[in-house]
């Protein structure tokens, strides 16, 4: 994942001929995504577009009514749980889930299916990046690549932090989580929500 990000950020300052070179490498990069078969292409595959955004839709409800029922004292007790309930954690990565999958129904336009973050956000760079000296409207810009790369990103380490405290019953240090990610938690539901506006924007 540091590549990538480390890709990203790199490009923004970049001049002419060193965006072409740029995109000469996502070019090459998205044809080995397609040899491994991590990148699919196929006309059928844009059958799937209305149904990953969608399904994103969904993912992004769910998150945010995890949140409601983490921060409101009567949900909690509507559905019986207890008064410190709270999934922070699973707000953020069910807002990564929705992102992705709005991602995902973008690449389907074109007629893509992702298996691999990687190779999706190549697809994104390369073909709805905004490009220098285009007036075109409802294109991505660097910072709503950075948002999903962002949100992958603390996604798997919540993950893996959630396996380990499975695992290894590392209770003393997960239970400092909930304070960190409760900021955390709001931000991803707002990166999330610009993010899906933006795909549905590109696709109407």
């Not at 709005?102 to 697809?123: C, E, V, Y």
Request: hydrophobic share 35%.
């Amino acid at each position: 994942m540091k590549k990538i990000s480390e890709t990203i950020g790199d490009k923004i300052n970049l001049k002419s001929d060193q965006k072409q070179k740029f995109y000469d490498v996502l070019k090459k990069k998205i044809s080995r995504y397609l040899k491994r078969k991590q990148l699919l292409k196929d006309d059928e595959h844009k059958k799937l577009e209305k149904s990953f955004l969608t399904k994103s839709r969904k993912n992004f409800a769910i998150a945010n009514l995890i949140f409601k029922i983490s921060e409101q004292d009567d949900m909690k007790k509507l559905l019986n749980l207890t008064s410190d309930f709270e999934m922070y954690d699973w707000v953020i990565i069910i807002s990564y889930y929705a992102m992705y999958t709005s991602a995902l129904s973008a690449l389907a336009k074109l007629g893509f299916k992702s298996k691999s973050h990687a190779a999706t956000i190549s697809i994104l760079e390369y073909h709805y990046l905004q490009k220098e000296n285009k007036h075109v409207v409802n294109v991505l810009e660097q910072e709503d690549i950075h948002k999903l790369i962002k949100a992958y990103t603390l996604s798997e380490h919540l993950i893996t932090k959630l396996i380990q405290t499975k695992t290894k019953r590392e209770t003393a240090q997960y239970d400092a989580t909930p304070s960190i990610t409760k900021e955390m938690a709001k931000t991803s539901l707002s990166d999330t929500e610009e993010f899906i506006v933006k795909i549905e924007e590109i696709l109407t």
